[in-house]
């Protein structure tokens, strides 16, 4: 059993968290296979207003259930120094890391690019994005806190056969406060943006 520390909404992004969970490494032979099986389980409905967990409710979710390590430590790490060697990164790192939304797209997804979920930027800056998958994605939309289906400008469309998928984002206003990535609909991956 490890406790650790976790990232279960994309407000966390950028905080100093406090150690609140903890998830099961099974080792067989000189592997060690990752597990969450609270979050595999299902969720905890959540009080709008004070924030507090509700009633639990059963849905499986496969991407918590043997997880390859690097896409678990996406939302995972360790506060005992024995495991954080694994990680390869610092817990500041994972503080500031993007949020990936737990679904089968992030699971697919092998690299991403910023690294860093805590953008820094202003109006008229360009910011470069950059994906890969090992299965294909069909569309990419783009979402903020200001609007919703943001115009972005595709480069490389034909690396799209290799799963790699790039693109920039004219930031247009200093009020941004958040940029979220949907891959064939379905939530990926968020970023912070700080000026």
Not at 166 to 174: L, R, S
Request: hydrophobic content about 35%.
């Amino acid at each position: 059993m490890v406790d650790g520390y976790v990232k279960n909404t994309p407000f966390q992004i950028g905080l100093a968290l406090s150690p609140s969970h903890s998830w099961n490494v099974v080792k067989l032979g000189r592997v060690n296979y990752y597990f969450d099986v609270t979050w595999a389980a299902g969720i905890c409905k959540r009080d709008e207003e004070s924030g507090k967990l509700l009633d639990f409710v059963k849905r499986y979710q496969d991407f918590f259930w043997q997880t390859p390590k690097q896409k678990f430590m996406r939302n995972h790490f360790p506060k005992d120094e024995k495991w954080i060697a694994e990680t390869g990164y610092t817990k500041e790192q994972f503080f500031n890391a993007p949020y990936f939304y737990p679904n089968d797209l992030t699971q697919n997804m092998e690299s991403n690019t910023p690294d860093s979920g805590v953008i820094k930027t202003k109006a008229g800056d360009t910011l470069h994005f950059k994906f890969t998958f090992k299965n294909p994605v069909k569309n990419i939309q783009v979402n903020t806190n200001n609007y919703k289906n943001v115009e972005i400008a595709l480069i490389n469309k034909s690396e799209w056969v290799n799963n790699v998928y790039q693109f920039d984002y004219i930031v247009k206003e200093n009020s941004l406060y958040y940029i979220e990535i949907l891959f064939d609909s379905k939530p990926g991956i968020r970023y912070k943006v700080k000026y």
